[in-house]
């Protein structure tokens, strides 16, 4: 399948709105992959209002049967009840149990991928900053195990810098993970871009092919100078099709989708521009990968 097919969208550049299914349905007009993200209202009407979530799971199957679209999930990231690295066991525990129930939401209208963060850095009594590893490997294992009951792979995503309440993984620690059970990645472009960008070009690109074999599904943005801001594409001077490009090359498959916003631009920015990159591969104004 060529490139052309292979960009989709977030729903988290609208916020993740309650009525989930009006704007899937608007953005399947225009993307063959569409990732939904179980955070904002859509949780908070997910977790307070189970009929209403019940009429949207069943409105978002019918657009899926009726355009067949891809769904892909992201998690729930924000606050406490989210963390799985916590050293606190009761915490943590009660942690999977809240992103196992999304795990559910996710087979619930079809989706086989899920997205999660590895949690939060904690303060030791010494004001210093501490994260436990094998808390998070623990985590992980029950929700494998949830994950396989339910026909859903877990992905985990590398986080960006810039944001210190969140867990940065290396990319050892990916590695570790992916070889200590069947955890695959989700890579965020910007955030791999953000750490590495002053890189050269050939070193730059040797990093990311030996990432690649774990990577099932990845998020792109433009970005300026390497800042840790997501722009609509063509509003930064990140060389993001270049990027793309060579992880086709080198095997990739999966989807690129445009995730998260900045730079003060407008969500439907974030739509044309993605749109005007789609017709840009078709035209061949830039070079297509198949």
Known sequence: MSLCNKIGFSTNIFDNPADIARLVERLANDFKAIEIEFEKDLRFMIDSNEAE??????????????????????????????????????????AVDYLSRYIIRAAEIGADIITIHPGYVELDQLGMVSFDFDQLAKSLDALTAVSLKHKIEILLENTGPDREKYIVLSDQQHERLCRHGNISLTLDLVHFHAFYHKLNKDEYLEKLKKIIPDVKNAHFNDVCNGEHVHLPLQKGNFDYHQVLDFMRGEGYQGNFIVEESGGGYSPDDFVMSAKSY???????????AT
């Not at 979530?53 to 989210?82: C, F």
């Not at 789609?278 to 297509?288: D, M």
């Open 278 to 288: 789609i017709g840009q591969l078709k035209a061949g104004h830039v070079q297509c």
């Open 53 to 94: 979530w019940h009429k949207q799971r069943d409105k978002l199957n019918l657009i899926r049967e009726v355009t067949g679209v891809y769904y892909s999930t992201h998690a729930p990231y924000i606050g406490m009840e989210t963390d799985i690295s916590n050293r606190d066991e009761v915490t943590r525990l009660c």
